[in-house]
């Protein structure tokens, strides 16, 4: 598949997707294999530049995903950074964990191709040079200058009528980039207990699906580390605890932790805090360890019965964090599902 007709065909599947509208097995799979090819560049502990909005569990509620974007600000003009959970319990795993890859596919591109823009420049851009300014709200540029959209490298600058040299500098909000961790329901084993088999099987009629993105589970990254000096995101399995050191988790998998073991890894680790998700908190997000960790928590009306908030955090240039509640999305109808999935500790 050519490079171009592949961003084309992408565009209309994140349009397809954004009305819950599943794609093809097919066209699953060809976004599975791009995606591999973007993950695998990236190492385990991948590194988030601010500002960012952190997101935690989403679980299939697809609706309430779009609710979270509506909040926070569609793709790309907010930087997100989600810490996993895509799958399992909601109605709607496939059409989220989809979306979820496609956006990261999309965006990934976007960034590439915004090195040089071949007919026009849309976004407002700031030239500094010798401690003046020129402000472009954008527009064609003609002829064979073209600009390169590359921060803080010296370049021509097209100025109607006059050319000037000097630093080109994107005024946009947020960088096209959108981050997707892997948390403790992105395995096959998990998965074949709490939902995301089963609906591929009911939306497909095959397992081909799950196993398409159950394989690329094993590309994601598993932490997050926010401008290489504030929150640590995401730890999996495990949980914080009142009580000090290490615990067994009542999971079965992972440990707890006490504020003695957070203190001492933030100090070591040079970090504020870290920020994680997988445990359902009533506001959406929450505070322990003398504000060493935090909890979000992304899906409001978990399972569709406990009648949570949910929230994200934003986090400016400066690691100043705010978080913003919301509340579940109107219901739509729901698909028939016979097979109740296990409570799991909710």
């Not at 171009?4 to 599943?22: H, P, S, T, V």
């Not at 823009?117 to 300014?133: I, Y």
């Not at 009542?250 to 504020?259: C, I, K, M, V």
């Not at 003398?290 to 929230?311: E, H, K, L, M, W």
């Amino acid at each position: 598949m050519e490079e171009k007709g592949f961003a084309k065909e992408l565009d209309q599947w994140i349009e397809q997707l954004n009305e819950c509208r599943q794609l093809s097995e097919s066209q699953v799979r060809s976004l599975c294999e791009k995606a591999k090819e973007i993950l695998t560049k990236e190492s385990n502990v991948q590194e988030v530049r601010c500002p960012v909005t952190v997101c935690g569990d989403v679980h299939g509620q697809f609706h309430d995903l779009m609710e979270l974007f509506r909040i926070g600000g569609k793709s790309p003009d907010t930087n997100y950074l989600f810490m996993g959970d895509y799958v399992d319990r909601g109605y709607y795993s496939v059409e989220t964990v989809t979306l979820l890859v496609a956006l990261k596919v999309r965006l990934e591109r976007l960034g590439a191709e915004n090195h040089f823009l071949r007919n026009s420049f849309l976004l407002p851009v700031t030239l500094e040079r010798n401690g003046c300014k020129w402000i472009r709200a954008g527009g064609h540029v003609p002829g064979p200058e073209r600009l390169a959209a590359v921060c803080d490298i010296p370049l021509l600058f097209v100025s109607m009528p006059v050319l000037r040299e000097g630093f080109l500098r994107p005024q946009v909000r947020y960088p096209e980039r959108i981050t997707i961790l892997r948390g403790n329901h992105e395995s096959r084993q998990i998965t074949q207990v709490y939902g995301f088999y089963d609906e591929c099987l009911r939306k497909y009629g095959n397992a081909n699906v799950w196993k398409y993105f159950t394989d690329l589970f094993d590309y994601l990254p598993l932490t997050a580390l926010v401008d290489g000096q504030g929150p640590m995101c995401d730890l999996l399995w495990s949980d914080p605890d009142d009580r000090g050191g290490w615990g067994i988790s009542p999971r079965g998998a992972g440990y707890t932790f006490g504020q003695d073991i957070s203190e001492t890894f933030n100090h070591a680790n040079g970090l504020t805090l870290v920020s994680r998700a997988h445990q359902l908190v009533m506001e959406g997000y929450n505070w322990c360890h003398d504000r060493n960790v935090v909890t979000i928590f992304s899906a409001p009306n978990y399972c569709y019965r406990c009648g949570n908030q949910a929230a994200i955090m934003e986090l400016d240039d400066t690691l100043k964090y705010s978080f913003l509640q919301f509340d579940p999305a109107p219901r739509r109808g729901e698909p028939h599902v016979t097979r109740r999935t296990p409570d799991y500790f909710l």
